[in-house]
């Protein structure tokens, strides 16, 4: 039995900041599985993805890395254009390529304690794939695809079509502070949690930027600070860098306040540089105690 299980397309991304052009494989699969990749081997981990011939090469890098990886074919890559402007905070996409969904039938191999979906595009994962993978441990969803949908090549923001019936199914739902009002109409992410608990979501986490994030579980809320950074090069995988700390804490039976300042500590070291989290857990315990 697996600890935890990410399911998710790796990309590749074409990243433009005021610093430069970066293209990179991406996808909130990649930036878990590098992740988890520099923390003590303390959980078993799994990446399940689904890629183009040609991003076949970057699986095997992440192999290399020791990662345990079911790789299924697709008839291309998801291929992203992120551009942020002077707020990192803003950016805009383009899809330049998708990727097949996933299905029931690559599911049905998997074994774990927590399935985190990292959803890209709002038809990466069915309600029938989320309410299958429910029977089978906890579900995890980054909710950010769920609210994109493409026209031509362009991103746009959507309602969660099928919201009630997926997170009747999730366990552990991220999001952040753009998201929260599309799926509520709300801009009071304290309200935003308790409506999200109400379908049945048992730990709701909301990340507000350099506002730090929220976490809403048991009932109880809990506000983790944002550390600052020495330097923000690039925010892109900020988000599943933080699913990737929290999801690592909370397996090994963590408490919420804990795992989100752990979780916090590496968005802060990742913003520092382009790519994925690169640094070790002494760094990241080095950030949060130099800022009790």
Not at 103 to 114: N, R, Y
Request: hydrophobic share 35%; aromatic share 8%; proline share 4%.
């Amino acid at each position: 039995m697996i600890d935890i299980c990410s399911i998710g397309h790796i990309t590749r991304d074409k990243i433009i900041t005021s610093k430069g052009t970066v293209c990179m494989a991406g996808g909130t699969s990649f930036y878990m599985s590098r992740g988890i990749s520099q923390l003590p081997d303390k959980l078993s981990y799994k990446l399940v993805t689904k890629v183009g011939q040609g991003q076949l090469p970057e699986v095997e890098k992440l192999r290399s890395l020791g990662i345990d990886i079911l790789c299924y074919p697709s008839r291309h890559t998801v291929y992203f254009e992120n551009k942020y402007g002077a707020d990192t905070n803003q950016r805009t996409q383009r899809v330049l390529a998708k990727a097949d969904p996933f299905t029931i039938d690559e599911m049905k191999p998997l074994e774990a304690k927590v399935f985190h979906l990292g959803s890209l595009l709002n038809d990466d994962f069915t309600p029938d794939v989320v309410k299958y993978l429910s029977t089978k441990g906890k579900v995890s969803i980054d909710a950010q695809g769920y609210l994109r949908e493409v026209v031509g090549q362009q991103v746009h923001p959507i309602d969660w079509k099928d919201k009630e019936q997926v997170l009747s199914y999730t366990n552990i739902l991220k999001l952040n502070e753009h998201e929260m009002e599309v799926i509520t109409s709300s801009k009071n992410p304290r309200t935003v949690a308790m409506k999200l608990a109400e379908y049945g979501v048992e730990e709701v986490i909301i990340t507000l930027g350099s506002f730090g994030s929220l976490i809403y579980a048991e009932g109880k809320f809990f506000e983790i600070p944002a550390y600052k950074p020495k330097e923000v090069v690039d925010a892109t995988g900020c988000g599943d860098t933080y699913s990737t700390g929290y999801l690592y804490c909370r397996m090994q039976g963590m408490g919420y306040m804990e795992s989100g300042k752990f979780a916090a500590a590496m968005c802060t070291l990742k913003l520092e540089h382009n790519g994925p989290f690169d640094r070790t857990i002494a760094d990241i315990q080095r950030v949060v105690r130099h800022n009790q």
